[in-house]
């Protein structure tokens, strides 16, 4: 089975919106995970990190080009994270990962401290 599975990607228009899914399952699960975030890689660039949460609580981090437009939660009861996006930009627009680890090491939104990935969902927001 999967671990991560993502989904809620799509075409939308400069200031649209989007929440993206990220279902989690067995080593993923909340209780056997310390970090969940949310990455994106558009082409030609490196992934990078764009909100990210410890999945026992408290306040979520999130990278300065967010700007308020997005927010990163957890459904505990279904091992879900959402990343709800706002007032989305052309620049927005790239692969968006969602991660997880059991232990974080790092900085919670640098990708290389993340064990398991998703497939990625695709988000294009045009002008």
């Known amino acids: 089975r999967v671990p991560l599975v993502e989904s809620g990607g799509g075409s939308v228009q400069t200031g649209g919106s989007l929440t993206l899914s990220c279902a989690a399952s067995?080593?993923?699960?909340?209780?056997?995970?310390?970090?969940m975030g949310w990455f994106r890689q558009a082409p030609g660039k490196e992934r990078e990190g764009v909100a990210a949460?410890?999945?026992?609580?408290?306040?979520?981090y999130y990278a300065n080009f967010v700007e308020g437009r997005f927010r990163i939660s957890q459904d505990n009861a279904k091992d879900i994270v959402y990343l709800q996006m706002n007032s989305l930009k052309p620049e927005d627009t790239a692969m968006y990962y969602c991660?997880?680890?059991?232990?974080?090491?790092?900085?919670?939104?640098?990708?290389?401290?993340?064990?398991?990935w998703g497939q990625g969902t695709q988000v294009t927001v045009s002008s």
């Open positions: 991660a997880a680890v059991e232990v974080i090491t790092g900085s919670l939104l640098a990708p290389g401290v993340y064990g398991y």
């Open positions: 067995g080593n993923t699960s909340r209780s056997r995970t310390n970090c």
């Open positions: 949460l410890y999945t026992g609580g408290g306040d979520p």
